[in-house]
C-alpha cells in the first residue's frame, strides 16, 4: 500500500487537515495515475451526490494499487453507477457545454428530487413539538433516546458515498433540522422523564471545534438532568479524521470533557461508525480508541453493510474480532437506507442476512453484541431475522428492535419470501394477510 504520507503520526504534533471537494479534486496526486474519463466520471456524479475527502484517507486508508475497486475508495470516490445512465448523461453533456454552474445544479436538482431525498419522515414525524413550536434541532423517534443535531455538526470529515444525509450536504435542505441554541431542546428534555439517552449527532459532531462542542456539552452537563444516564456521540471521526483523539492542539481538552461526562454519573457512549476493518489497522486509530476509553468512555461500532465495501461476511468477521480485541462493542449492522445511490450499494435483505448469519456464527460471544441487519424505517428499527420454512413455502421473518409505539417491539412477524428485496416497502404480509400487525 502507497504510504508517502505527508501527515505527522506523532501525537506531540499537530497533522493538518486537507480537505478536498469536487472543486480541488484535480489535486489529489493520487487520482493521476487514472486517465482523463475516469475523473470525467467522478466530475459528473460529483456534481449530483456530495464529495469530500481528507489526507488521512487519501494517504492512509485507501489500497491505491487496487483502486477503483478498492473499498475505502469505493466508501469515499464518486463512481458512474452511482447515477442512472440516463441522468449521468445529462449531467455529462452539460459539462461538456459548457453550461453555467447555476444550470448544472439545476439539472443536479432534478436527479436529486428522485433519489429520495427525505427518506422515513425524518422530519415531519420526528421533530417534537415545544411550546408551540417545532424543534428542530431535536428528533424524538423513540421513547428512551433523543436526538441532537448541533448546527456546526452538521457535516463530515469525509462523505462516504451511501450517505443517507447526502441532502443536507447537498445544499438540499439547508440544514433545515439543526440548531444553534440547546436551551428549548434542553427544556424539552427535562420535562420528558422518559428520556434516557441523548444521542449527539450530525454529520459528525467531532468536527467541532472544542469551543462549540464543548458549549453545547456544558449546557446539557449544567441542566444536570437525572433522569439522563446516557450521552452518545455519534461519530465518523476515528475512521475519517483519529487525529482529533491524538493530536496536540485540542485533543487533550476533548479527552477532559469526556472525563467530565463520565464523571457526571453518567455513561459516554462513542458511537463510532466503522464499515471496513482496515479503518482500525492504522497506528492513530488504534491510539485514539485507547485514549477514548481511558476517559472511562465505552465505544459502540455500527455499520451499514454495503456493497462493494463489505458486502462479505470476511469483511465484517475480521472488522468485529479487531474491535473486540480493542475493546470496542459492536452494535448494529444496518441496512443502508433507500435514498441517494441506494440501488447501486445496497444488497438484497436476504443477501444482508445470510452475511450477518455468517459472521455472527464465527466470531466469540464478545462481538455478538451486534444486532441485525436492521432497517431504521417509517415504523421503527425492523431487523431481519432470517429465513423460516413452513410447510409450503418460506417465509420471512422479522422483528421491531425500536418502535415508534414501544409495545411492537420483539413481536415476530412474517413476510412473503422475496429474495431481492432491498427495503421493507417492497415487503408483502405472509399468509395471504393484507396488512402487518402495526398497521
Ligand atoms: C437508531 C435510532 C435511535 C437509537 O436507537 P437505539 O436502538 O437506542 O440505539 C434513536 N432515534 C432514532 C431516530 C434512530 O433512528
Ligand atoms: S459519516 Fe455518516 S453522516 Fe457522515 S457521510 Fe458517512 S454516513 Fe454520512
Redesign the pocket.
Known amino acids: 500500500m502507497a504510504r508517502d504520507n505527508p501527515v505527522v503520526n506523532n501525537q506531540n504534533q499537530t497533522p493538518i487537515f486537507q480537505n478536498y471537494s469536487l472543486s480541488n479534486f484535480h489535486k489529489i496526486k493520487q487520482l493521476q495515475k487514472f486517465d482523463k474519463d475516469f475523473l470525467f466520471e467522478i466530475e459528473v456524479v460529483g456534481n449530483v451526490l456530495p464529495f469530500k475527502i481528507n489526507n488521512y484517507v487519501l494517504d492512509n486508508l485507501i489500497d491505491w494499487d487496487k483502486a477503483p475497486e478498492d473499498p475505502i475508495f469505493a466508501l469515499t470516490f464518486p463512481q458512474k453507477g452511482m447515477l442512472e445512465k440516463e441522468d449521468f448523461d445529462t449531467i455529462a453533456n452539460a459539462l461538456k457545454g459548457k453550461k453555467s454552474k447555476k444550470e448544472i445544479n439545476l439539472l443536479a436538482n432534478q436527479i436529486r428530487a428522485r433519489l429520495n431525498p427525505q427518506p422515513a419522515g425524518q422530519i415531519e414525524l420526528?421533530s417534537p413539538t415545544f411550546q408551540g413550536t417545532k424543534l428542530l434541532g431535536l428528533?424524538r423517534?423513540?421513547r428512551?433516546?433523543a436526538?441532537f443535531f448541533p448546527r456546526q455538526g452538521q457535516t463530515c470529515h469525509a462523505y462516504c458515498t451511501f450517505c443517507f444525509r447526502w441532502p443536507q450536504f447537498a445544499g438540499l435542505d439547508e440544514l433545515k433540522f439543526a440548531s444553534k441554541k440547546f436551551d428549548d431542546e434542553i427544556r424539552f428534555i427535562e420535562q420528558n422523564k422518559n428520556l434516557t439517552?441523548i444521542?449527539i449527532t450530525g454529520g459528525d459532531p467531532m468536527t467541532m471545534n472544542y469551543k462549540v462542542f464543548s458549549s453545547y456539552i456544558e449546557k446539557l452537563l449544567k441542566a444536570d438532568i437525572r433522569h439522563i444516564d446516557i450521552i452518545r456521540i455519534g461519530s465518523k471521526s476515528l475512521a475519517y479524521w483519529p487525529y482529533k483523539f491524538t493530536e496536540k492542539k485540542e485533543s487533550g481538552k476533548f479527552l477532559k470533557l469526556f472525563e467530565k461526562i463520565v464523571n457526571s454519573g453518567r455513561q459516554l457512549a462513542f458511537m463510532a461508525h466503522f464499515s471496513h476493518y482496515r479503518e482500525l489497522q492504522t497506528e492513530v486509530v488504534k491510539n485514539a480508541i485507547s485514549r477514548i476509553r481511558s476517559t472511562g468512555a465505552i465505544i459502540r461500532t455500527q455499520s451499514p453493510v454495503i456493497k462493494r465495501i463489505n458486502d462479505d461476511p470476511k469483511i465484517w468477521i475480521k472488522m468485529l474480532k479487531e474491535q473486540a480485541r480493542l475493546g470496542c462493542i459492536p452494535?448494529?449492522m444496518f441496512i443502508a437506507r433507500n435514498t441517494g445511490a441506494y440501488n447501486y450499494f445496497n444488497v438484497p435483505l436476504v443477501r444482508a442476512w445470510e452475511i450477518f448469519r455468517d459472521t455472527y456464527k464465527s466470531v466469540s460471544g464478545t462481538a455478538r453484541t451486534m444486532r441485525g441487519p436492521v432497517m431504521?424505517c417509517l415504523y421503527g428499527?425492523i431487523q431481519m431475522l432470517g429465513v423460516a420454512e413452513t410447510e409450503k413455502n418460506n417465509v420471512l421473518a422479522l422483528r421491531f428492535?425500536?418502535a415508534r409505539e414501544p409495545d411492537w417491539v420483539q413481536q415476530p412477524f412474517f413476510a412473503e419470501y422475496k429474495p431481492d428485496a432491498m427495503w421493507f416497502t417492497e415487503l408483502k404480509p405472509a399468509f395471504g394477510k393484507e396488512k402487518f400487525f402495526f398497521q
Open positions: 420526528n428528533q423517534k423513540y428512551e433516546t436526538l439517552d444521542l452494535y448494529y431504521s428499527k428492535l425500536q
